[in-house]
């Protein structure tokens, strides 16, 4: 048996109250955002001058502060992402930087950031072959999709390079997606997940058929608990990382406390009871251990069971024209309700003002905005976030120690990003490339792409192989590793030389390709010169933009570019990408949202591609797209299901919105 190593225990702070409680648990780590550039805009987060003190009170304590810069950054947010990182590294001094865009690896280095540099989840490095082109790039930490199971985790960590390790998350919320390859937010009107801003659409109840609405995407949350056992063994998984930046005090100082036990304490069945009785109290979602035990997987999508956070605590009753309910344990002022469910119109959230003893009365205000929205008797009530009193007095404390550490004065920064060089701009029309899943019947007009398919490579003619684009899919997981290799090999000596890469990870299938041009896909998420610039150093001759861009800022990323320009312009763009998928889920038949939006869900491998049923359509923008010197515009042929009705609207994405 290898040495047992003691990991990070990485606990969420959205706002001071949070950090200090995690503080008072004897996190290892705190991970925060700010009030710009992360990936959870709907916490509090925090300002530098706040941050400041924060981290010297960490620091005296022994303990790291990570900052989450993980959003898509647009073309004309460089500036002040650079910006910013030079204040924190003046102000803050953080550890490390928390980032996915690949532009903001770039301005830490320019601007002297001393810190590491750590790869977020939305990054989507999910196989291991990846992990020497994020060392290459100076990344010391990577962390891994939550879909992975624990034999999986093993492969990533032996594959992970000198000098760099692994976070895993161990406990919070799932998405139902992929993390980075999720879109559906972001495509129903422009609250983009890269950006922060998710509404959380897989939350949702959902129809399909005759069947009741189900909540067909939402998961339960994650518990490792007694399972992270394992990882002591795994010395290259640095960090177990608690998910819950939005989250209160007692939420983080409940969840640090319980994997601190579990950690220090792998044989004592009495600490791991006491962990578990504490992960029970943590307010959160229902949980399992989702996929993660290979032997014993459990699908954390239960369609039928309930998915919303907190503890129930009681229901409404009315009293004449009021309505009240009575707690069934003590309330404490400063707790947080909520009352309905997470996913039901008319749901709010309220604090309690004083104190409400077991069984008392708390009578609900009448809310003008929700009027429209009438709650009724039966109604549940839950505990979302509660303050008792010997947790507010261990915060109270740290809140006067924190004023040893006085604020550092506050400088502008002067500091400006080196831009590259721009590209030629491209000669003669551009390429329209239509993008198949499987070998068209009869003539074909422009440039031909296939995904990467053993199936497709078979049938496709050898003079059609070496014409054609050869698309890698958006996620590769860890056991589909050496399949890609082999297939891109194959594809290789059928004569094929132009692949796109959908993760800047899937360059390291070409190093010793050298005639292999390749092209970087809109599942990079493009959105920046400085992030192409990268793309273009990893050997990239072009590249497809994101398409959740707005018009402004793709006309801003057109105009002088590092390396030429791809466009998606039509076809059934999908919402999301999701290795967990619903057992009651049939595919290619009509979903129905609450708002009557129809989407479908396909198969593909391991994986499910939840597609809206209206496609993406920006052909009335080609003329303005043509004058911007494009090199292809890219459209993508889905087989349409038979049993979804083709309906009459198109997309435009937030082609005309102003992505926040």
Not at 60 to 83: F, H, L
Not at 236 to 261: D, L, N
Not at 606 to 615: G, K, L
Request: charge should be positive; proline fraction near 7%.
């Amino acid at each position: 048996m290898s040495k047992i190593h003691i990991p990070e225990i990485m606990a969420p702070a959205g706002d001071a109250p949070s950090y200090l409680a995690a503080v008072a648990a004897g996190a290892d780590a705190i991970y925060v955002g700010l009030k710009h550039f992360s990936a959870r805009m709907q916490a509090t987060n925090f300002s530098i001058s706040e941050l400041a003190q924060l981290a010297s009170l960490g620091r005296d304590r022994g303990t790291k502060t990570y900052v989450a810069m993980n959003t898509m950054v647009k073309p004309n947010d460089v500036e002040s992402a650079g910006r910013l990182i030079d204040r924190l590294q003046k102000s803050v001094k953080p550890n490390a930087l928390i980032v996915q865009d690949l532009a903001l690896i770039e301005l830490a280095k320019q601007a002297g950031f001393k810190g590491e540099i750590h790869l977020s989840t939305l990054a989507n490095l999910s196989h291991p072959s990846g992990l020497e082109i994020a060392k290459k790039l100076g990344v010391n930490r990577v962390v891994v999709p939550r879909e992975l199971n624990l034999d999986e985790v093993k492969t990533m960590a032996e594959a992970c390079p000198k000098d760099m390790d692994l976070e895993l998350f161990v406990h919070g919320a799932l998405c139902n997606c992929v993390s980075g390859r999720c879109y559906w937010s972001s495509y129903l009107g422009g609250k983009s997940s890269l950006r922060g801003r998710c509404v959380q659409p897989c939350r949702r109840m959902y129809k399909q058929g005759k069947a009741d609405a189900e909540r067909l995407f939402s998961c339960t949350d994650l518990s490792l608990d007694v399972l992270t056992k394992p990882l002591l063994d795994m010395p290259k998984v640095a960090a177990w990382k608690i998910e819950g930046r939005k989250k209160g005090p007692h939420y983080v100082y409940y969840t640090v406390r319980a994997y601190q036990m579990i950690r220090d304490n792998p044989k004592d069945a009495q600490a791991k009871k006491a962990a578990q009785d504490l992960l029970e109290q943590a307010l959160g979602r229902p949980t399992s251990h989702s996929t993660f035990l290979p032997q014993r997987p459990f699908m954390p999508i239960q369609p039928k069971a309930e998915t919303s956070s907190g503890r129930l605590v009681g229901e409404i009753k009315r009293d004449q024209k009021k309505l009240y309910f009575e707690p069934r344990e003590v309330l404490h002022a400063g707790d947080r309700i909520r009352v309905g469910y997470e996913d039901q119109p008319g749901h709010r959230t309220l604090s309690i003002k004083r104190r409400i003893p077991k069984r008392g009365r708390m009578d609900i205000p009448f809310n003008k905005k929700l009027q429209g929205t009438p709650l009724y008797p039966g109604t549940k009530i839950f505990l979302i976030d509660r303050r008792e009193p010997e947790l507010v007095k261990l915060v109270k404390g740290l809140q006067k120690e924190l004023e040893m550490f006085p604020a550092p004065e506050q400088k502008e920064s002067r500091f400006t990003p080196k831009w590259p060089n721009t590209a030629a701009r491209s000669k003669g029309r551009p390429e329209n490339v239509t993008l198949f899943r499987n070998v068209p019947r009869g003539k074909t007009h422009g440039k031909t792409a296939f995904w990467l398919e053993r199936s497709i490579i078979s049938k496709v003619p050898f003079a059609t192989v070496s014409r054609s684009q050869w698309w890698l899919p958006p996620v590769i997981w860890p056991d589909e590793d050496k399949m890609y290799r082999s297939l891109i090999k194959e594809a290789v000596n059928k004569g094929a030389r132009e692949f796109v890469i959908n993760a800047p990870w899937q360059a390291a299938y070409f190093t010793d390709r050298k005639k292999a041009t390749l092209v970087a896909g809109p599942f990079c998420n493009a959105a920046n010169r400085l992030s192409l610039k990268v793309l273009k150093d990893l050997g990239c001759s072009s590249a497809i933009i994101s398409p959740e861009l707005p018009a402004e800022d793709v006309f801003a990323i057109a105009q002088n570019p590092p390396l030429s320009l791809g466009f998606v312009i039509k076809g059934l763009w999908p919402f999301g990408i999701a290795r967990f998928r619903s057992e009651s889920l049939k595919f290619d038949e009509p979903i129905k949202s609450p708002m009557h939006e129809v989407s479908f869900v396909r198969q593909y491998g391991q994986n499910s591609w939840i597609y809206p049923a209206w496609e993406l359509d920006l052909s009335d923008e080609y003329k303005d797209l043509d004058r911007l010197a494009f090199k292809s515009f890219i459209t993508i042929n889905e087989p349409w299901p038979k049993d979804v009705p083709k309906p009459r609207r198109t997309s435009t994405f937030n082609w005309k919105l102003d992505l926040l």
